[in-house]
């Protein structure tokens, strides 16, 4: 039964979430992506590393992931025995997409000298075959641990690879995805907003194209922008990621600005994750009323995905909270 189908009329919909959650013994995890309704009732917001960290040391005995699949199903692969739903299992990810896993093995199977070091953003399947996953905010930690005659697979979002390759001055081979909401940034139109508010700096995800990135006086993941928001001293920041962050930022500092960098239109609305927006209140209080939509997943894959992200945790290390990949 979908949200749509079901009439949820009249219903204080925060009151109900709020009952359920104490009901169920439900933690409700959200991304900095959701939409400011989410993030406000959410009992942990954090970037994809933070988020990972907390399903795996809830005590709840439910997880509700206000995310994309990726993030729920990597939850599931942490903590097997908590029920994790996700209010809408339609909740994607252009990166996930681009990298089929009969696709990837196929690469793997073609490079057998190299080791697959993988962003987070991508299917179990996809997991199982990689050696080390990393988010935004380790990737720059773990790769700083991989020997430098260790060829590597950086797979699937080109940009951050190319970010992180750039910046380590190693060669990678580059996965093609790229994420379909930071690639609808344009160059032109920020630079029209950066002459609009002269001395302004832009923080920007390093899933940002490189002609972004190269506007850019500081990279980081979500968390990692965040911060830097809250530690710069001027009055106006542009912000070259999904826009929802800035609910954060705004309630932080309410005395600043936040622009988020335009697309070709010279607006933000085509920077807004589709797939984030599929969460709704209505199907949040649905997820919790009848604990489903669940993530399942088959317990040899489970195991197989784990390797990868147990090697990320290990690796990454104090990482978490920083959300950091630093000044370029
Ligand atoms: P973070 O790891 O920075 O939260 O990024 C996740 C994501 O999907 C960005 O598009
Ligand atoms: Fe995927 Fe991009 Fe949405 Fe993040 S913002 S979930 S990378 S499509």
Redesign the pocket.
């Given at each position: 039964m979908t949200a749509q189908s079901v009439n949820l009329t009249g219903l204080d919909l925060r009151a109900e979430i709020d009952r359920l959650r104490k009901e169920r013994g439900a933690v409700i995890l959200a991304?900095?992506y959701q939409s400011p309704e989410i993030q406000d009732l959410a009992d942990y917001i954090g970037?994809?590393?933070e988020l990972s960290k907390k399903a795996a040391a809830t005590d709840a005995e439910v997880i509700a992931f206000c995310g994309v699949k990726f993030m729920a199903e990597t939850a599931k692969i942490l903590a097997p025995e908590k029920i994790v739903v996700l209010p809408d299992l339609n909740a994607g990810?252009s990166l996930e997409d681009a990298c089929p896993p009969e696709k990837f093995a196929q690469f793997r199977a073609a490079h057998p000298d190299h080791i697959a070091l993988t962003y987070i953003?991508c299917s179990t399947e996809v997991k199982a075959l990689s050696d080390v996953i990393v988010?935004?905010?380790s990737a720059e930690t773990i790769l700083a641990q991989i020997p430098a005659d260790q060829k590597i697979i950086f797979g699937p979002d080109r940009h951050l690879g190319g970010y992180l390759s750039r910046k380590f001055n190693r060669e990678m081979l580059l996965w093609p995805g790229v994420?379909i909401?930071h690639e609808a940034f344009s160059e032109t139109e920020l630079l029209k907003l950066k002459a609009q508010h002269p001395g302004a700096p832009v923080a920007a995800?390093p899933?940002c194209p490189p002609h972004i990135i190269d506007h850019a006086d500081y990279v980081g993941?979500?968390s990692g922008i965040l911060n830097f928001a809250k530690g710069f001293e001027g009055d106006t920041l542009i912000v070259a990621t999904?826009p929802h962050i800035i609910h954060q930022m705004e309630l932080a500092l309410p005395g600043k600005t936040f622009i988020g960098a335009p697309g070709a239109d010279g607006q933000c609305s085509c920077n807004i994750c589709p797939y984030m927006a599929l969460n709704t209140l209505e199907k949040l209080y649905l997820a919790l009323r009848d604990l489903t939509p669940r993530i399942e997943i088959e317990e040899g894959l489970r195991l197989r995905a784990k390797r990868s992200l147990d090697k990320m945790l290990e690796m990454a290390g104090g990482t978490v909270g920083q959300g950091d990949l630093g000044a370029r």
């Amino acid at each position: 039964m979908t949200a749509q189908s079901v009439n949820l009329t009249g219903l204080d919909l925060r009151a109900e979430i709020d009952r359920l959650r104490k009901e169920r013994g439900a933690v409700i995890l959200a991304h900095y992506y959701q939409s400011p309704e989410i993030q406000d009732l959410a009992d942990y917001i954090g970037d994809s590393l933070e988020l990972s960290k907390k399903a795996a040391a809830t005590d709840a005995e439910v997880i509700a992931f206000c995310g994309v699949k990726f993030m729920a199903e990597t939850a599931k692969i942490l903590a097997p025995e908590k029920i994790v739903v996700l209010p809408d299992l339609n909740a994607g990810c252009s990166l996930e997409d681009a990298c089929p896993p009969e696709k990837f093995a196929q690469f793997r199977a073609a490079h057998p000298d190299h080791i697959a070091l993988t962003y987070i953003n991508c299917s179990t399947e996809v997991k199982a075959l990689s050696d080390v996953i990393v988010t935004s905010s380790s990737a720059e930690t773990i790769l700083a641990q991989i020997p430098a005659d260790q060829k590597i697979i950086f797979g699937p979002d080109r940009h951050l690879g190319g970010y992180l390759s750039r910046k380590f001055n190693r060669e990678m081979l580059l996965w093609p995805g790229v994420c379909i909401v930071h690639e609808a940034f344009s160059e032109t139109e920020l630079l029209k907003l950066k002459a609009q508010h002269p001395g302004a700096p832009v923080a920007a995800h390093p899933e940002c194209p490189p002609h972004i990135i190269d506007h850019a006086d500081y990279v980081g993941s979500t968390s990692g922008i965040l911060n830097f928001a809250k530690g710069f001293e001027g009055d106006t920041l542009i912000v070259a990621t999904e826009p929802h962050i800035i609910h954060q930022m705004e309630l932080a500092l309410p005395g600043k600005t936040f622009i988020g960098a335009p697309g070709a239109d010279g607006q933000c609305s085509c920077n807004i994750c589709p797939y984030m927006a599929l969460n709704t209140l209505e199907k949040l209080y649905l997820a919790l009323r009848d604990l489903t939509p669940r993530i399942e997943i088959e317990e040899g894959l489970r195991l197989r995905a784990k390797r990868s992200l147990d090697k990320m945790l290990e690796m990454a290390g104090g990482t978490v909270g920083q959300g950091d990949l630093g000044a370029r």
